[in-house]
């Protein structure tokens, strides 16, 4: 069986102005971990990105 597990980190907690600035992941694989990612994400222009977010991030 193969799963993915996806995690998001957002600039904030309002879904429809909060820049999304981290997705990572990781690919398992008959109960074995595969591969894992991680990408920062350039922000939109005029999205929200909170610096307490950031903060507590530790971006």
């Given at each position: 069986?193969?799963?993915l597990f996806?995690?998001?980190?957002?600039?904030?907690?309002?879904?429809?102005?909060?820049?999304?600035?981290?997705?990572?992941?990781?690919?398992?694989?008959?109960?074995?971990?595969?591969?894992?990612?991680?990408?920062?994400?350039?922000?939109?222009?005029?999205?929200?990105?909170?610096?307490?977010?950031?903060?507590?991030?530790?971006?």
């Amino acid at each position: 069986m193969k799963i993915l597990f996806i995690d998001t980190e957002t600039g904030g907690v309002n879904p429809k102005e909060s820049a999304l600035i981290q997705l990572s992941g990781i690919v398992r694989v008959d109960k074995k971990d595969v591969e894992e990612f991680n990408f920062y994400v350039k922000p939109f222009q005029g999205s929200e990105v909170n610096p307490k977010a950031l903060e507590v991030q530790g971006s």
